[in-house]
């Protein structure tokens, strides 16, 4: 018995990926305005059973199989507009993405996957987060696959977290994100604490477990081996804000992209933003040095 998907996914894909807060929709509500692409926010599968996959849920050759049929389903399911988000408050409202004369086009005129003909020259984009461990499995179940990896200074993603209060206490108690946990001490903490670290993690205060969520995740994205990859390139957020035109210039010779209609006005509205490193509190010397290796390694400046 076996799937389909790897040998008929005629068209090519693209993840863009990285962890959480770093600028990854922004970059893509621009990128999924071409004409050639057709884009999934966050689709849950997609990036949750690479983890499950890698966390012994399953077996890799299998999942390999299974991972690659489902984004083939997955890319007809969108491109006929059945997964569509028409929000129009959302990001990721289609509006913001086909002009009106495609979506009408598609809706009235096809009526499954029989009708969708030659996508060879079609890019199925997907926006993952925190899947960045498991890229090389990813990368290898699926053809034609490039990875735009996402990055943006420790700092503004710890303040970002601490704002949202995602490890709250009342957040570890009760969590509503449908993620994978570990059970400790009555707490659900996130599956990507190190084992042994989770008091570490909990004595933490919100700022800090936002750097420490920060390093685990470089630590992870280093792991896969994939950042020095040809088909993958790394974007800095900061880098994308304050010279838009020029990256995405880059941007689109690497992936191929074909310019579409609201292209234009999309990068027009990405502003650099104001980002504060002031820090009143006090952080602790480990996860201090833990992220300016963080840093360093992207080319940042490091913590005083």
């Given at each position: 018995?076996?799937?389909?998907?790897?040998?008929?996914?005629?068209?090519?894909?693209?993840?863009?990926?990285?962890?959480?807060?770093?600028?990854?929709?922004?970059?893509?509500?621009?990128?999924?305005?071409?004409?050639?692409?057709?884009?999934?926010?966050?689709?849950?599968?997609?990036?949750?059973?690479?983890?499950?996959?890698?966390?012994?849920?399953?077996?890799?050759?299998?999942?390999?199989?299974?991972?690659?049929?489902?984004?083939?389903?997955?890319?007809?399911?969108?491109?006929?507009?059945?997964?569509?988000?028409?929000?129009?408050?959302?990001?990721?409202?289609?509006?913001?993405?086909?002009?009106?004369?495609?979506?009408?086009?598609?809706?009235?005129?096809?009526?499954?996957?029989?009708?969708?003909?030659?996508?060879?020259?079609?890019?199925?984009?997907?926006?993952?987060?925190?899947?960045?461990?498991?890229?090389?499995?990813?990368?290898?179940?699926?053809?034609?696959?490039?990875?735009?990896?996402?990055?943006?200074?420790?700092?503004?993603?710890?303040?970002?977290?601490?704002?949202?209060?995602?490890?709250?206490?009342?957040?570890?108690?009760?969590?509503?994100?449908?993620?994978?946990?570990?059970?400790?001490?009555?707490?659900?903490?996130?599956?990507?604490?190190?084992?042994?670290?989770?008091?570490?993690?909990?004595?933490?205060?919100?700022?800090?477990?936002?750097?420490?969520?920060?390093?685990?995740?470089?630590?992870?994205?280093?792991?896969?081996?994939?950042?020095?990859?040809?088909?993958?390139?790394?974007?800095?957020?900061?880098?994308?804000?304050?010279?838009?035109?020029?990256?995405?210039?880059?941007?689109?010779?690497?992936?191929?992209?074909?310019?579409?209609?609201?292209?234009?006005?999309?990068?027009?509205?990405?502003?650099?933003?104001?980002?504060?490193?002031?820090?009143?509190?006090?952080?602790?010397?480990?996860?201090?040095?833990?992220?300016?290796?963080?840093?360093k390694y992207f080319g940042y400046e490091e913590l005083l």
């Amino acid at each position: 018995m076996l799937f389909l998907g790897k040998d008929k996914m005629s068209f090519a894909t693209c993840i863009v990926c990285g962890m959480a807060r770093v600028g990854k929709t922004l970059l893509s509500s621009v990128l999924s305005t071409s004409k050639n692409v057709e884009y999934a926010e966050e689709p849950w599968t997609a990036q949750f059973f690479p983890i499950a996959m890698s966390n012994g849920f399953f077996d890799e050759s299998h999942a390999s199989l299974f991972f690659s049929e489902y984004i083939r389903q997955l890319f007809y399911e969108t491109y006929l507009l059945r997964y569509a988000n028409f929000r129009l408050i959302d990001l990721s409202y289609i509006g913001h993405k086909k002009p009106k004369s495609v979506i009408e086009h598609r809706i009235n005129r096809f009526k499954n996957w029989v009708d969708v003909k030659d996508v060879s020259e079609s890019i199925f984009m997907l926006n993952l987060s925190g899947t960045v461990r498991e890229l090389k499995f990813i990368y290898d179940s699926i053809p034609r696959c490039k990875i735009i990896y996402v990055i943006r200074h420790a700092m503004s993603v710890a303040k970002e977290i601490e704002r949202k209060k995602w490890f709250c206490a009342e957040a570890l108690k009760n969590p509503i994100s449908p993620s994978l946990y570990k059970k400790h001490k009555n707490l659900f903490l996130p599956f990507w604490i190190k084992n042994g670290e989770e008091d570490f993690f909990i004595n933490l205060n919100e700022f800090e477990k936002g750097l420490y969520y920060y390093n685990v995740m470089v630590e992870r994205s280093i792991a896969s081996e994939m950042l020095s990859h040809k088909d993958c390139m790394i974007v800095k957020y900061e880098d994308f804000c304050s010279n838009k035109l020029r990256k995405y210039e880059k941007i689109k010779s690497f992936l191929e992209l074909t310019e579409g209609d609201l292209t234009e006005s999309s990068l027009a509205k990405i502003e650099f933003p104001k980002e504060d490193f002031t820090f009143d509190g006090i952080v602790g010397s480990t996860l201090v040095e833990q992220t300016n290796i963080s840093l360093k390694y992207f080319g940042y400046e490091e913590l005083l």
